[in-house]
């Protein structure tokens, strides 16, 4: 499958652990971008794990890459995601076309994993919108699975 996509948490390279540092191995360079949304934090046992919310005037930092050109890579990534395309019901993440705005200003059409639902409940909003400037900030670790 030909196209981009916008990866603002543990799929990024600098980020990546286990199964995602093994997905992310297959991505080409990346570059700054941003989307429109609200960011929250999942601190769980295993690490934290950011969830976008499409809603808001926030915000959101990440990187646009081409999906990889692998047979089977963004099924795995769904996978990963625990999205599932046939059952949007049952998926934590909704995979969806956003507008990425890369630093010269130009805008892409990118896929990203939305968080399915519109409360954040007891997650933690990133305000700044920046996943890795947020672990950096609390000393958290990302996920690893």
């Known amino acids: 499958m030909a196209g981009h996509i916008f990866l603002y948490g543990t799929m990024l390279p600098q980020l990546a652990r286990g199964c995602s540092a093994r997905l992310a191995a297959s991505l080409g360079e990346g570059r700054a971008a941003t989307v429109r949304g609200l960011l929250y934090a999942v601190v769980s046992p295993l690490g934290s794990f950011p969830v976008l919310f499409g809603a808001g005037e926030g915000m959101v930092a990440g990187e ?15 996978r990963y995601e625990n999205c599932d395309p046939a059952n949007e019901a049952a998926s934590d993440y909704l995979r969806r076309e956003v ?10 059409a990118a896929q990203a994993y939305i ?11 990133i305000r700044h919108g920046d996943f890795a400037r947020f672990l950096a900030e609390t000393g958290l670790r990302p996920y690893e699975a």
Do not use: H, N, Q
């Open 64 to 78: 646009v890459y081409e999906i990889p050109r692998v047979a089977g890579w963004l099924e795995e990534l769904d």
């Open 115 to 125: 968080g399915r639902g519109s409360a954040a409940g007891d997650l933690l909003p």
């Open 99 to 108: 507008a990425a705005t890369l630093a010269d200003g130009s805008v892409i």
